[in-house]
C-alpha cells in the first residue's frame, strides 16, 4: 500500500521546501483557502495525488491524458457519483490553474478535459414532513440529552454538519430581544441565527448546567463530531421507523429547504435563510422532490384506475 504523501505543513525552517516544485505547489494552492473549505480541498487534492503516486506520475509533469484517466479512474472502478467527480475535478483543475498563475507550469493538463454532467435535481431527497415530525418525537424522547439539539439545529434551523459541531455555548446570545447563534460557515462567514422557542428549549436541554464547551457532547463528553452526528441519526432514524436507504446529516438540512417551500415561504426568504448564494441551489434541492410528487405515472394510473 502506498503511503499518503506529505505536503504540508511547510517546514518553514528547512529551505528542503524550496527545491521541492511539487510541495510549494501544494501549499500554495491551500494557502487560498482557510477552516472546512481548506479540510474539504486538501482531501481531495490528496485523492489525486495519492492516484499519481500509484502510478509513478509526477503531478506537476501530468498531461491532458493522465487527468482525463483520473477521471475514467473515478467513474467506471471506483464508481463515484457525477457530483463527486465533478467536485474532485474542480479541485485538480484549481490546483493546476494555481501552478500556471504561479509560473511553475505553461499549461493546465485539466484543460479541456470532459466532466461528467451532474443532473440539475439533488441526488438527495430529504425527508417527508412527517418523517421529520416521527425523527422530532424520537430525538425529543431520546435518553441523550443532545439528540434533540442535534436533530433541531439541522432540521429546523439549517445548519450544515459541521456548522453544529463547531458550536460552542459562548456562541448563544441575545439580538434586539431574540436568542441567536453565532455560526460560521462556509467561507468562515459569521452570521447570527435566530432561535425558535422549540430550539432554544433543546439547546438548554443539551447544555444543561455547563458554561462553556461545545454546544454538542459525544457520549464520553467529548465535541461532537460529523462521523458520531451520523451514526446518532442514523439510530434516531431507526427508533422513529424512517426507513431510509442511508440517512446522512444533509438530509436535514434538505428537509429544512423543502419544508419551508410547502409551508409557502418565498424562495428568496428561503435561499436567504439557508445561505445560498444562488436561488438555482435552493430549487436544486426542491426540483427532484417536485418531479416525483407530479410525476405523469399516478396521473395515468388513476386515469386508468377502473382497469386496474
Avoid at 505547489?25 to 500509484?54: I, K, Q
Avoid at 430581544?177 to 468562515?188: I, P, S, T, Y
Avoid at 428549549?201 to 459525544?218: E, H, K, M, Y
Wanted: positive net charge; aromatic residues 6%; proline residues 6%.
Amino acid at each position: 500500500m502506498t503511503s499518503t504523501p506529505e505536503y504540508l505543513p511547510v517546514p518553514l525552517t528547512d529551505d528542503h521546501w524550496r527545491a521541492d516544485p511539487l510541495r510549494l505547489a501544494v501549499a500554495g494552492y491551500l494557502a487560498r483557502y482557510r477552516g472546512e473549505t481548506r479540510r474539504h480541498a486538501e482531501s481531495d487534492l490528496r485523492a489525486y495525488l495519492m492516484w499519481c503516486a500509484e502510478r509513478g506520475l509526477e503531478p506537476l509533469a501530468a498531461r491532458r491524458p493522465h487527468v482525463e484517466l483520473y477521471v475514467r479512474w473515478m467513474q467506471e472502478t471506483r464508481r463515484y457519483a457525477a457530483s463527486t467527480v465533478s467536485r474532485r475535478m474542480s479541485i485538480v483543475a484549481g490546483f493546476y490553474r494555481t501552478c500556471v498563475i504561479d509560473d511553475l507550469l505553461e499549461h493546465s493538463p485539466a484543460d479541456y478535459v470532459r466532466r461528467p454532467n451532474v443532473p440539475p435535481e439533488s441526488p438527495t431527497l430529504g425527508l417527508s414532513h412527517l418523517q421529520l415530525e416521527a425523527l422530532l418525537t424520537a430525538a425529543r424522547l431520546s435518553t441523550n440529552t443532545g439528540d434533540f439539539a442535534l436533530v433541531c439545529l439541522l432540521g429546523l434551523l439549517g445548519l450544515r454538519i459541521f456548522e453544529a459541531c463547531a458550536l460552542d455555548i459562548g456562541d448563544l446570545g441575545e439580538e434586539h430581544g431574540h436568542r441567536v447563534l453565532r455560526v460560521v460557515g462556509k467561507g468562515h462567514k459569521v452570521v447570527l441565527v435566530p432561535l425558535p422557542p422549540a430550539v432554544a428549549r433543546s439547546v438548554d436541554r443539551a447544555i444543561n448546567a455547563r458554561t462553556d464547551g461545545p454546544l454538542l457532547l459525544n457520549t464520553v463528553g467529548r465535541r461532537l463530531d460529523r462521523h458520531s452526528a451520523t451514526r446518532r441519526l442514523r439510530h434516531l432514524a431507526n427508533d422513529a421507523g424512517v426507513r431510509l436507504p442511508r440517512m446522512h446529516p444533509h438530509m436535514l438540512r434538505h428537509t429544512y429547504v423543502t419544508t419551508m417551500l410547502d409551508a409557502g415561504v418565498d424562495l428568496r426568504d428561503v435561499q436567504i435563510a439557508a445561505r445560498h448564494a444562488d436561488p438555482r441551489t435552493t430549487m436544486r434541492y426542491d426540483r427532484a422532490r417536485t418531479t416525483l410528487d407530479r410525476h405523469p405515472n399516478y396521473i395515468l394510473a388513476a386515469y386508468m384506475a377502473s382497469g386496474t
